[in-house]
Every structure is written in structure tokens, then in C-alpha cells.
């Protein structure tokens, strides 16, 4: 008797489970639970995709804005340099006289390590005004002057005719 008891409940509760399951333990809700959290992680993982693209794009993008930036950079030097005026320097030989005068360009090897005057003054066009009677003399001083061995080089001398100082009126 006791058997058919413990029978008849096993097969209620079979049936209450094959029946009853749905309600008894909300399967339904946590089936559509479970779907929509499914769901969720397919639109998270969309939303990660989308994000590391547009990551990759934003990456992209900040490369290239940063080497026009640099461009624009080596282009504002370039424009500023090139509006700079550099000096023209005149080394002066002799004495100034109405007799011939002879200008040649001359250029300096600076030490490796130079001051900041010799990087001035030789990083502007230099030139050698020697008053002579003639070329060979006017080479010859300028030689003399700026030494091949202190890292002096003179280019070709060639006749040259000063502009004149105005004169100047007594006023009287």
C-alpha cells in the first residue's frame, strides 16, 4: 500500500511536471530571457565591430592630419626663410681711391663646432673689395689678407666699379 502511494505521487508529480513545467518554473520567460540576452550580445558585439572600425578610421585619419601638419610646418619654415633678406658683407682692401677696384666672393670653412658671430657673418654672401692697380695685385693682397690655410677661399676677382658717395654742399 505504501508503494502504490509513493507510485500514485511519483506519477502526479510526472505529470505535474510534464504539464505543469511551464508555470511551475516560468520556463517560457526564461527561454525569451534568454533570447533577448542572446539577442543583446549580437548588438554588443555589432557595437564593437562598428566601434573598432571606426577606431581603425579615427587612427586613419589622425595619421594623415598629422603629416599635413608637418607639411604645413615645413612649409612655414620654407616661406619664412625664404623671406628673410640675407646681408650682402663687403670686406674692404685698401683705401678707397678713384684708381681701380676689383670685388671677388669669398667664403669660409667654419670649425666644427663654430660661435655664433662666425655662423652669422659667414652665413651671409660675403665679398672682398681690393683697391689695386690690377688683378694680379688685388689677388695677391686678398690672399694675404684671408689665407687659404685658415679656411679662407676667394673666388675670381673681377674689375668692379663702387657706386660714388654723394657730395656733400657747403651750405653758405
Not at 38 to 44: F, H, N, S, V
Not at 92 to 109: D, S
Request: charged share 30%; net charge positive; glycine share 6%.
Amino acid at each position: 500500500m505504501w508503494l502504490g502511494v509513493v507510485l500514485i505521487i511519483a506519477v502526479a508529480l510526472e505529470a505535474l511536471l510534464l504539464v505543469g513545467q511551464d508555470k511551475l518554473f516560468d520556463s517560457k520567460k526564461l527561454a525569451d530571457m534568454e533570447a533577448e540576452l542572446e539577442k543583446t550580445y549580437g548588438d554588443l558585439r555589432e557595437a564593437k565591430k562598428r566601434i573598432d572600425d571606426r577606431q581603425i578610421a579615427l587612427r586613419t585619419v589622425n595619421v594623415d592630419a598629422e603629416r599635413q601638419r608637418k607639411q604645413i610646418q615645413e612649409a612655414d619654415k620654407a616661406f619664412a626663410e625664404s623671406q628673410k633678406v640675407m646681408p650682402k658683407l663687403i670686406h674692404v682692401i685698401g683705401t678707397p681711391n678713384p684708381g681701380p677696384c676689383f670685388r671677388a666672393p669669398i667664403t669660409k670653412t667654419l670649425p666644427a663646432n663654430p660661435d655664433r658671430a662666425q655662423k652669422a657673418v659667414w652665413g651671409c654672401t660675403n665679398f672682398i673689395e681690393v683697391w689695386a692697380d690690377d688683378v694680379v695685385t688685388a689677388k695677391a693682397t686678398a690672399e694675404r689678407q684671408f689665407q687659404e690655410k685658415q679656411g679662407y677661399k676667394i673666388g675670381e676677382m673681377v674689375a668692379f666699379q663702387p657706386p660714388q658717395p654723394p657730395l656733400l654742399k657747403a651750405a653758405g
